[in-house]
């Protein structure tokens, strides 16, 4: 085979390989179009509790680390300010609006270490489960940067109601 050849094949399998990662993602968002994205503003009451810069990892099925949800706003690694009010976990990426998961629905904040697009040293990650509708928990995995990841999920527990269970 010549050079232009293998050139040609090797284009023509990359853009294969992109046509099928393209339909599954777009079957992933078909999929994934009844779970509401919590954009929402905090209360004007809210009092700050803390706030940690951090990576906002991914959003997945509740104790399924590796099955991402295509939530608009929530799809994609990013950067984020995870702000923790007396009303709940407040998360700010760029170039998305605020996204709020309200203290009513936070069923745990515990620590991980593997999420579907990242892997850490043991305990590396916080992951918030929270009802995203009534019937539906999902976790929501974040990385503080500037804080261990013990102390983000102490900051959220104390907002979590005494009994809840995922």
């Known amino acids: 085979m010549s050079r232009e050849g293998a050139l040609l094949l090797m284009i023509g399998v990359a853009v294969v390989l992109l046509g099928v990662l393209t ?27 803390a706030r940690f810069p951090g990576l906002y990892v991914a959003t997945t099925r509740h104790d399924q680390p ?21 009303a709940g976990v407040a998360l700010d990426l760029p170039g998305q609006p605020r996204m709020l998961l309200p203290a009513g629905r ?21 992951r918030v489960s929270w009802r ?15 804080a261990s990841a013990r102390s983000l999920a102490d900051a959220i527990r104390p907002l979590l ?6």
């Open 132 to 146: 995203i509708d009534d019937d539906t928990v999902v976790d929501t995995f974040l990385r503080p940067q500037d």
């Open 161 to 166: 109601p005494t009994g809840s269970d995922a």
């Open 23 to 49: 339909w599954a993602w777009m079957r992933r968002v078909r999929r994934d179009a009844g779970l509401p994205a919590p954009v929402g503003e905090l209360p004007s009451g809210a009092r700050e509790l």
């Open 106 to 126: 936070l069923v745990d904040a515990a620590l991980a270490t593997v999420a579907i697009d990242r892997v850490v040293e043991r305990d590396g990650l916080v």
């Open 66 to 86: 590796l099955e991402r949800l295509a939530i608009r706003g929530l799809g994609f690694r990013s950067r984020a300010e995870i702000i923790v009010t007396d």
